[in-house]
């Protein structure tokens, strides 16, 4: 994989995210993005064949892996209904944790180069800091399978990836880890933020 291009991917999208950052409202406690929200629910042809520069890039028909990956879903109707929701978060906290157990990825480093090669997303650490004894990080995944390209629906959606940085991440420190998606595609960014909490 070629450095060069991935920090380059990267710095256009830590650019393009503190645009969109300064530009966003926040309703209640809930952030909404750039990019107008949309009536009605979401469409198959609104999921498949998203444009993912990056990975188009360095594979050909990037948009078909991710339409494929996507088209699993459409077993499950009501996508973001709760029930769902907790049962991605499970899932994916469990597929994460075996990851590591299973040292089929090793260290965070590793975990990056896994999420590159299976076009899962590019993984971003953008800050970490200390508040009140507990370690926060601010987690970024750019040209997210799940989410890229889809439109505004008024909430973050990528509760799987929530579950599988959670999973990875206690596995990993051996401490009560905390992953929660605040900005997605889906609440109208170009970019996965979550926040996690160590403690
Ligand atoms: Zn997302």
């Known amino acids: 994989m070629e450095n060069g291009k991935i920090k380059r991917a990267i710095k256009n999208y830590r650019e393009l995210a503190a645009h969109e950052i300064e530009v966003e409202k926040c309703v209640g406690d809930a952030l909404n993005g750039p990019r107008p929200e949309i009536d009605g629910k979401l469409e198959l042809s609104q ?11 360095m594979v050909n028909s990037d948009e078909k892996y991710v339409s494929t990956f996507r088209m699993g879903h459409f077993n499950t109707p009501e996508i973001l209904s709760k ?6 978060y499970v899932g994916g906290m469990e597929f994460g944790s075996n990851l590591i157990k299973q040292k089929l990825v090793t260290d965070f480093d590793d975990l990056v180069s896994f999420l590159l090669d299976y076009k899962f997303g590019i993984l971003d650490i953008v800050d970490e800091n200390e508040i009140n004894g507990k370690t926060v990080l601010d987690l970024r995944v750019y040209e997210c399978i799940e989410c890229a ?13 929530a579950g599988m940085i959670t999973g990875i991440l206690t596995e990993m420190t051996k401490k009560d880890v905390i992953a929660k998606e605040v900005r997605c595609w889906t609440n109208g960014y170009s970019f996965c933020q979550f926040e996690v909490t160590l403690e």
């Open 149 to 161: 390209c889809l439109p505004n629906l008024g909430k973050p959606t990528c509760i799987f990836e």
């Open 47 to 57: 999921m498949i064949n998203p444009k993912r520069p990056f990975f188009a890039s």
């Open 83 to 88: 029930s769902v929701r907790g049962a991605n």
